[in-house]
Protein backbone atom coordinates (compact mmCIF):
# COMPACT_ATOMS: atom_id res chain seq x y z
CA UNK A 1 0.00 0.00 0.00
CA UNK A 2 2.87 2.37 0.64
CA UNK A 3 4.68 1.61 -2.52
CA UNK A 4 1.45 2.41 -4.30
CA UNK A 5 0.61 5.65 -2.12
CA UNK A 6 4.32 7.05 -3.00
CA UNK A 7 3.95 6.60 -6.84
CA UNK A 8 0.62 8.11 -6.85
CA UNK A 9 2.28 11.27 -4.96
CA UNK A 10 5.41 10.89 -7.28
CA UNK A 11 2.90 11.30 -9.98
CA UNK A 12 1.34 14.16 -8.59
CA UNK A 13 4.57 15.86 -7.85
CA UNK A 14 6.00 15.36 -11.25
CA UNK A 15 3.07 16.76 -12.82
CA UNK A 16 3.16 19.92 -10.87
CA UNK A 17 6.42 20.57 -10.91
CA UNK A 18 6.03 19.84 -15.09
CA UNK A 19 3.21 21.92 -15.35
CA UNK A 20 2.61 24.24 -12.93
CA UNK A 21 -0.78 22.56 -12.30
CA UNK A 22 -1.83 20.15 -9.53
CA UNK A 23 -2.70 17.22 -11.07
CA UNK A 24 -1.68 13.49 -12.14
CA UNK A 25 -0.21 12.20 -15.93
CA UNK A 26 -2.92 10.49 -18.25
CA UNK A 27 -1.38 7.49 -17.24
CA UNK A 28 -2.13 7.71 -13.55
CA UNK A 29 -5.82 9.31 -13.93
CA UNK A 30 -6.50 6.15 -16.41
CA UNK A 31 -4.94 3.68 -13.54
CA UNK A 32 -7.23 5.47 -10.94
CA UNK A 33 -10.25 5.42 -13.30
CA UNK A 34 -9.53 1.74 -14.16
CA UNK A 35 -9.52 1.17 -9.93
CA UNK A 36 -12.59 3.04 -9.25
CA UNK A 37 -14.31 1.41 -11.62
CA UNK A 38 -13.43 -2.51 -10.25
CA UNK A 39 -14.50 -0.93 -7.18
CA UNK A 40 -17.49 0.24 -8.46
CA UNK A 41 -18.63 -3.00 -9.46
CA UNK A 42 -20.11 -6.68 -8.40
CA UNK A 43 -16.17 -7.26 -7.41
CA UNK A 44 -16.48 -4.98 -4.73
CA UNK A 45 -20.28 -5.45 -3.49
CA UNK A 46 -20.90 -6.82 -0.27
CA UNK A 47 -22.40 -10.16 -1.22
CA UNK A 48 -24.57 -9.50 1.81
CA UNK A 49 -25.62 -6.29 0.67
CA UNK A 50 -26.71 -8.22 -2.87
CA UNK A 51 -28.44 -10.94 -0.68
CA UNK A 52 -30.55 -8.32 1.19
CA UNK A 53 -31.53 -7.01 -1.90
CA UNK A 54 -32.22 -9.93 -3.94
CA UNK A 55 -34.70 -11.13 -0.31
CA UNK A 56 -36.48 -7.37 -0.51
CA UNK A 57 -37.23 -7.61 -4.16
CA UNK A 58 -38.49 -11.10 -4.13
CA UNK A 59 -40.72 -10.36 -0.89
CA UNK A 60 -42.05 -7.15 -2.86
CA UNK A 61 -43.16 -8.93 -5.97
CA UNK A 62 -44.64 -11.86 -3.76
CA UNK A 63 -46.53 -9.10 -2.15
CA UNK A 64 -47.55 -7.38 -5.32
CA UNK A 65 -48.76 -10.64 -6.69
CA UNK A 66 -50.66 -11.74 -3.83
CA UNK A 67 -52.55 -7.72 -3.56
CA UNK A 68 -52.94 -8.62 -7.57
CA UNK A 69 -55.18 -11.85 -7.38
CA UNK A 70 -58.91 -11.04 -6.92
CA UNK A 71 -59.76 -13.79 -4.50
CA UNK A 72 -57.14 -12.16 -1.88
CA UNK A 73 -58.80 -8.81 -1.52
CA UNK A 74 -61.24 -9.75 0.97
CA UNK A 75 -58.99 -11.75 3.55
CA UNK A 76 -56.47 -8.11 3.15
CA UNK A 77 -60.07 -6.32 4.25
CA UNK A 78 -60.38 -8.22 7.53
CA UNK A 79 -56.29 -8.38 8.77
CA UNK A 80 -55.39 -6.12 11.77
CA UNK A 81 -52.14 -4.96 12.01
CA UNK A 82 -49.91 -7.10 14.98
CA UNK A 83 -48.03 -5.51 17.68
CA UNK A 84 -46.48 -2.16 17.23
CA UNK A 85 -49.59 -0.37 15.42
CA UNK A 86 -52.83 1.32 16.17
CA UNK A 87 -54.57 -1.33 15.22
CA UNK A 88 -56.71 0.05 11.87
CA UNK A 89 -57.05 -2.07 8.71
CA UNK A 90 -54.20 -3.03 6.64
CA UNK A 91 -56.40 -2.05 3.90
CA UNK A 92 -58.04 0.72 3.92
CA UNK A 93 -61.34 1.10 2.08
CA UNK A 94 -60.22 3.74 -0.26
CA UNK A 95 -57.58 1.81 -1.56
CA UNK A 96 -59.30 -1.77 -1.53
CA UNK A 97 -62.15 -0.18 -3.79
CA UNK A 98 -59.38 1.10 -6.55
CA UNK A 99 -57.49 -2.35 -6.08
CA UNK A 100 -61.08 -3.83 -7.04
CA UNK A 101 -62.59 -0.96 -9.67
CA UNK A 102 -59.17 0.25 -11.31
CA UNK A 103 -55.64 -0.74 -12.56
CA UNK A 104 -55.59 -3.49 -9.95
CA UNK A 105 -51.51 -3.71 -10.85
CA UNK A 106 -51.20 0.09 -11.11
CA UNK A 107 -53.01 0.36 -7.56
CA UNK A 108 -51.13 -2.86 -6.12
CA UNK A 109 -47.59 -1.09 -7.19
CA UNK A 110 -48.94 2.70 -5.23
CA UNK A 111 -49.86 0.82 -2.32
CA UNK A 112 -46.54 -0.97 -1.88
CA UNK A 113 -44.87 2.74 -2.74
CA UNK A 114 -46.74 4.37 0.01
CA UNK A 115 -45.83 1.55 2.83
CA UNK A 116 -43.01 2.29 5.16
CA UNK A 117 -40.26 -0.03 5.95
CA UNK A 118 -41.92 -1.40 9.45
CA UNK A 119 -45.39 -1.61 7.83
CA UNK A 120 -44.13 -3.41 4.65
CA UNK A 121 -42.74 -6.27 7.04
CA UNK A 122 -45.12 -6.59 9.28
CA UNK A 123 -48.02 -7.00 6.24
CA UNK A 124 -45.86 -9.31 4.59
CA UNK A 125 -44.65 -11.78 8.19
CA UNK A 126 -48.47 -11.63 8.82
CA UNK A 127 -49.31 -12.96 4.89
CA UNK A 128 -46.53 -14.92 4.52
CA UNK A 129 -44.77 -15.66 7.72
CA UNK A 130 -47.14 -15.54 10.74
CA UNK A 131 -44.87 -17.50 13.44
CA UNK A 132 -42.77 -14.16 12.87
CA UNK A 133 -43.03 -11.99 16.69
CA UNK A 134 -42.33 -8.57 16.85
CA UNK A 135 -39.44 -8.61 19.72
CA UNK A 136 -37.78 -5.30 18.25
CA UNK A 137 -41.27 -2.84 18.11
Known amino acids: REARLERFLADVLAHAQSTGQL ?3 DTMAKAIT ?7 SDVHQDSLVAMRDKEAERMIIQLFTFLCAEDNLPLLERLR ?4 SEGGPYLSRGTLERLQTG ?11 SMTDTFFLELYDHLFRPDVEYWFF
Do not use: C, F, K, W
Request: glycine share 8%; net charge neutral; charged share 15%.
Open 81 to 84: PAVG
Open 34 to 40: QLTDLLH
Open 23 to 25: GMS
Open 103 to 113: NRHVEAARYIA
